[in-house]
C-alpha cells in the first residue's frame, strides 16, 4: 500500500494504522528529509510524530486528536500542533522513566497536561527558554 505522509493534513486513520511501524517511521523520516528540516536526532524526532499520530488515529478513545484541533483552531499548524503535543508526550515519557508511574493510571498526568497546553503557551515556551539563558 502506497501512503504518503504529510503532517500539514489529515491522517486516513484506518490506513495508517494498516501500515507497519517501521514503515511509518519511514514515511515521517522521508517527509523532512524532502523539506530539508534539520533535526538533532532525525529518527527520535520521526518516532515522537508516530507516538502522536498513532494516538491521533485511535480517535475519541483518548484525547490527543481532540488537542490536535484545538490546538489547530488556536491557531498553530497541523504540523506545529504535532511538535507541541510531542513536547508533552516527551516530557511525560521523561518523566515516566526517571519517577514511574505516579498512579494507577499513568496516563492521567499526560492527558491532563494535554488538556492545559495551549498554542499560546506553546509559543511561549521558546520565549522562556531564550529568557532563561
Known amino acids: 500500500m502506497k501512503y504518503v505522509y504529510n503532517p500539514e493534513g489529515p491522517i486516513d486513520a484506518q490506513k495508517w494504522l494498516k501500515i507497519d511501524e517501521s ?17 538533532p536526532n532525525a529518527r527520535l524526532h520521526a518516532v515522537i510524530h508516530v507516538v502522536v499520530e498513532n494516538q491521533v488515529a485511535m480517535g475519541a478513545e483518548i484525547p490527543v486528536g481532540g488537542t490536535l484541533s484545538r490546538l ?25 522513566m526517571k519517577e514511574g508511574p505516579q498512579s494507577t493510571d499513568a496516563n492521567s498526568t499526560y492527558y491532563r497536561e494535554l488538556d ?11 520565549n522562556n527558554d531564550v529568557d532563561d539563558e
Open 23 to 39: 514503515e511509518r517511521l519511514y514515511l515521517v523520516q522521508q517527509y523532512h528529509r524532502k523539506k530539508r528540516v534539520r533535526l
Open 72 to 96: 489547530m483552531r488556536e491557531g498553530l499548524s497541523r504540523h506545529d500542533a504535532i511538535h507541541a503535543i510531542g513536547t508533552i508526550l516527551a516530557g511525560h515519557l521523561y518523566e515516566l
Open 116 to 126: 492545559e497546553l495551549t498554542a499560546e503557551s506553546w509559543l511561549n515556551s521558546f
